[in-house]
């Protein structure tokens, strides 16, 4: 069965390498490209491929869009992420938004071409140092959890107390609402009292 394919990238020399690659092999068929994820959403709509290419940083709407958009309009295409970034940002987003691949374009011809066949049936494809990168998340620990000190301090923080103010409403001393506050820092892997706040209430610390 031939794998129709659709290749999306912002430089024309990455897509006429692939294209070449591609339609060198009677495997595959090469419907059209794009050069940003807004066109990448409109041809897959309207070429309907097996399998789209994906490159992930592009001028305007880039690549973690292009996959959301076509998660949310339910389109089939399978997304195979082809990218020289393989940093927790890029790759974790992408994934989250429906790619079902994440490959390296470092990769060699046959790794490429293994990776499309698997994307086109539905299995999910990691280059090795995405895989180990995932893998490293998974293993991390649970962020250890904030005391009931530790919540009281940052909503009191929070509500624009100073740690003076604070400690006179706790009745503690003002450096044990400091120490209170460089513990939830370490906790929550910040370095100051607002980013301590936006994370506590991203985290649903600190209700709303």
Do not use: C, W
Not at 34 to 49: F, H, N, Q, W, Y
């Amino acid at each position: 069965m031939t794998i129709t394919l659709l290749i999306t990238d912002d430089h024309p020399i990455v897509r006429d390498g692939l294209r070449g690659i591609f339609t060198a092999d009677q495997g595959f068929e090469v419907l059209g490209e794009a050069a940003s994820g807004d066109e990448a959403v409109a041809l897959t709509e309207k070429l309907r491929p097996d399998v789209v290419l994906m490159d992930l940083r592009m001028p305007g709407s880039g690549g973690v869009a292009a996959i959301a958009e076509l998660a949310k309009r339910g389109n089939p295409a399978r997304i195979l992420v082809l990218t020289t970034y393989d940093t927790d940002t890029d790759v974790v987003p992408a994934i989250e938004a429906g790619a079902t691949g994440y490959l390296l374009k470092d990769a060699p011809r046959e790794e490429l071409f293994r990776a499309v066949r698997a994307t086109a049936r539905g299995e999910a494809v990691l280059s090795p140092a995405v895989a180990d990168l995932i893998m490293g998340r998974m293993r991390a620990p649970a962020p250890e959890p904030l005391s009931r000190r530790e919540i009281e301090v940052l909503t009191l923080i929070s509500r624009g107390s100073t740690n003076k103010e604070a400690a006179k409403q706790l009745f503690i001393s003002e450096a044990t609402v400091k120490t209170h506050l460089v513990h939830a820092y370490a906790k929550l892997g910040v370095k100051d009292r607002a980013a301590a706040v936006a994370t506590a209430f991203e985290r649903g610390l600190l209700g709303s």
